[in-house]
Nanobody, 120 residues
Framework: QVQLVESGGGSVQAGGSLRLSCAAS?????MGWFRQAPGKEREGVAR????????SYADSVKGRFTISQDNSKVTLYLQMNSLKPEDTAMYYC????????????????WGQGTQVTVSS
């Protein structure tokens, strides 16, 4: 089992920045950030492989968001810059411990979410 606890959400004006954090209870193989706005489907924002550190991003956030981990690899971050109103959503941290599921961008473990609200 892996417990994930997010923090760092809040309200900000368009053009501002926020950094989300996600503390995992143990090492995982991959971690990612997802978001879901009211009335919309959940979408993947970014993900990172703990081994090797390779990352990938949704087109909508490329160049504005950066996913990273601390040296211990159990804390995940999402630095969000140049925020837009359309970034408003509940943001969820996710993780998995198997190569198969990580390769398929599937996650077993999820955090409770943290709200990000961007006003124009």
């Amino acid at each position: 089992q892996v417990q994930l606890v997010e923090s760092g959400g809040g309200s900000v004006q368009a053009g501002g920045s926020l950094r989300l954090s996600c503390a995992a209870s143990r090492l995982t193989y991959c971690m990612g950030w997802f978001r879901q706005a009211p009335g919309k489907e959940r979408e993947g924002v970014a993900r990172i492989y703990t081994v090797g550190g390779s990352t990938s991003y949704a087109d909508s956030v490329k160049g504005r968001f950066t996913i990273s981990q601390d040296n211990s690899k159990v804390t995940l971050y999402l630095q969000m810059n140049s925020l837009k109103p359309e970034d408003t959503a509940m943001y969820y941290c996710a993780a998995d411990t198997t190569i198969r599921r990580c390769s398929g961008n599937q996650y077993t473990y999820w955090g409770q979410g943290t709200q990000v609200t961007v006003s124009s």
